[in-house]
């Protein structure tokens, strides 16, 4: 992955993102070391002290967690909390978004549904 400096997001919440991203790829399974601050800011190149505000976003969000002298490690149940708060937060976010956006167009119900069933033929057919 490479950051994007000129995203209105900032990079440390794009930090997570990714590792939350590698979690639920399972490139990091349940109670296994990730990365530490230092090798995400050599990984990045970015600011250590970035690389771990990153980090402690998901320590707060209970993903991770710490093991006193030796790094963070995914949470027994990492995957499935990313999954709902995914769910819950941008999904939602991102579906009342379209549904204003066809408003605004004066797309019908039947006409959104039609096109999300499209879509969602299109991604699983690959």
Do not use: H
Not at 29 to 39: A, D, I, L
Not at 53 to 71: C, P, Q, S, T, W
């Amino acid at each position: 992955m490479i950051l994007n400096t000129d995203d209105t997001k900032p990079i440390y919440i794009q930090i997570a993102e990714w590792l939350e991203n590698e979690i639920l790829s399972e490139n990091f399974k349940s109670g296994q070391k990730v990365f530490s601050q230092y090798q995400l800011a050599e990984l990045f190149n970015i600011n250590p002290a970035t690389a771990a505000k990153g980090l402690n976003v998901l320590a707060d969000e209970n993903i991770l967690y710490k093991k006193r002298g030796l790094g963070m490690f995914v949470a027994d149940r990492a995957k499935q909390m990313i999954l709902t708060k995914r769910k819950n937060e941008t999904l939602k976010r991102m579906v009342l978004e379209i549904v204003l956006e066809a408003e605004r167009l004066g797309v019908s119900k039947e006409e959104l549904f039609q096109m999300i069933i499209e879509a969602k033929d299109e991604v699983e057919e690959g």
